[in-house]
């Protein structure tokens, strides 16, 4: 999250805060990143796999009527992480203290 909220409310052992904050999600393909391809005379990037698994998503008889991109082989790829940043409503809770059980 891009900040604390700002109203914390303590009850017993824990804290609660409730409000619009801004959220950052970010998608790195555990670690693999996403690989995009320059389609071939165009300024157009795509990611083949998301590509390829949208094609499979499609009926049989849509999937037949695509032709696929063609890819510009004198552009290297591009690896790169998804960001998403977005203002919405959250509900934080804590633990103010934690003890341990005795056996």
Not at 33 to 58: G, N
Not at 59 to 64: A, D, G, V, W
Not at 93 to 100: L, M
Request: net charge neutral.
């Amino acid at each position: 999250m891009g900040a604390m909220l700002k109203n914390p409310i303590s009850r017993r052992n824990f804290t609660v805060d409730a409000g619009q904050t801004r959220v950052y999600r970010v998608n790195d393909k555990d670690g693999a990143d996403f690989e995009f391809r320059k389609v071939d005379r165009h300024d157009i990037w795509i990611c083949p796999d998301a590509f390829d698994q949208a094609l499979q998503d499609l009926p049989q008889k849509e999937r037949n009527a695509i032709r696929p991109p063609q890819y510009d082989l004198t552009t290297q790829p591009l690896r790169r992480a998804l960001a998403a940043i977005a203002t919405t409503d959250v509900l934080t809770t804590g633990i103010t203290t934690c003890q341990s059980e005795s056996a």
